[in-house]
Antibody, heavy 123, light 108 residues
């Protein structure tokens, strides 16, 4: 069974940092790009970042560019999101979500998603 | 950035009836559109990709149609477990990937 499990969320003060992890199992992790998507309480879905299968290519939403860094360790089947200079508007459940197809496939839908981890930025 | 607009925001339908949800893109996304279902406290689940292909394990009562800028998700005979929030997402022009704001399907 393909599974993604996020961890690392919690309460952090404005300006602080947090690192999220996403542990993958049930598929060949090193052949799939992975996304981070967030959802503020009671709101819709916002794509945050994507990292390529090798980790050499990354993209970010404008709202987090320069503050968040995505990385991966293919030897550990784990994805990371380093979040710095956190703001109240970063408060959300953060999901990791696997790209639908391997490598450079055009199958760019998100499937499956992890259960999410809640990040709360507040003083 | 492509803006995705879903309508209506809330749809009230009785069990057993048909539900039709709409999604519009601000510019053509070809058939590169997905639909997701999200229940309270759960992660989104992929229902449809390529505008009309059901994901693995998705019942046949779910169908998607459209291309270009206009898309529809139809649930032919609503079951109790179908009442949830539905999101559309384009993956044609990225980054960024963009989602609609969601349609809440509630019991009438």
């Amino acid at each position: 069974e393909v599974q993604l499990v996020e961890s690392g969320g919690g309460l952090v003060q404005p300006g602080g940092s947090l690192r999220l992890s996403c542990a993958a199992s049930g598929f060949t992790f090193r052949t799939y790009a992975i996304n981070w998507v967030r959802q503020a309480p009671g709101k819709g879905l916002e794509w945050v970042s994507i990292i390529s299968d090798s980790g050499s290519i990354t993209y970010y939403a404008d709202s987090v560019k320069g503050r968040f860094t995505v990385s991966r360790d293919n030897s550990k089947n784990t994805l990371y999101l380093q979040m710095n200079s956190l703001r109240a508007e970063d408060t959300a459940v953060y999901y990791c979500a696997k790209k639908g197809g391997e490598y450079s496939s055009s199958s760019r839908w998100f499937d499956p998603w992890g259960q999410g981890t809640l990040v709360t930025v507040s003083s | 950035e492509i803006v995705m607009t879903q309508s209506p925001a809330t749809l009230s339908v009785s069990p057993g009836e048909r539900a039709t949800l709409s999604c519009r893109a601000s510019q053509s996304v070809s058939s590169n559109l997905a639909w997701y279902q999200q229940k309270p406290g759960q992660a989104p689940r992929l229902l449809i990709y390529g505008a009309s292909t059901r994901a693995t394990g998705i019942p046949a009562r779910f169908s998607g149609s459209g291309s270009g800028t206009e898309f529809t998700l139809t649930i032919s005979s609503l079951q109790s477990e179908d009442f949830a929030v539905y999101f559309c997402q384009q993956y044609n022009n990225w980054p960024p990937y963009t989602f609609g704001q969601g349609t809440k399907l509630e019991i009438k």
